[in-house]
């Protein structure tokens, strides 16, 4: 069974910083793309960032500039940086990936990190 964790939430004020992380274990064979949604109050669920096994990443258009995708593939981890946080920024953020298991690609999500940016 694969899982994924995510780390780093919390409240934080306008202009501040914080980092998510999010660890995937269980049987695991390869994890091709990994990356972060978030879905705001009243809102859909949308990407943030994602970020391909050979590191090539894309950001939505408005976080660019702010925040910063990366991972560790050897330990099955992927981070975002967040910087000079908005309000508008504020949302659960979850992680995602595609985790090929027991022969078979899936895709897999975290239980979600509260983020809360205040003005």
């Known amino acids: 069974q694969v899982q994924l964790v995510e780390s780093g939430g919390g409240l934080v004020q306008a202009g501040g910083s914080l980092r998510l992380s999010c660890v995937a274990s269980g049987r695991i064979s390869s994890i091709n793309d990994m990356g972060w949604y978030r879905q705001a109050p009243g809102k859909q669920r949308e990407l943030v960032a994602v970020?391909?096994?050979?590191?090539?990443?894309n950001y939505a258009d408005s976080v660019k500039g702010r925040f910063t995708i990366s991972r560790d593939n050897a330990k099955n981890t992927v981070y975002l940086q967040m910087n000079n946080l908005k309000p508008e920024d504020t949302a659960v953020y979850y992680c995602?990936?595609?985790?090929?298991?027991?022969?078979?690609?899936?895709?897999?999500w975290g239980q979600g990190t509260q983020v809360t940016v205040s003005s």
């Open positions: 995602n990936a595609r985790i090929t298991s027991n022969f078979f690609p899936n895709d897999y």
């Open positions: 970020i391909t096994s050979g590191h090539s990443t």
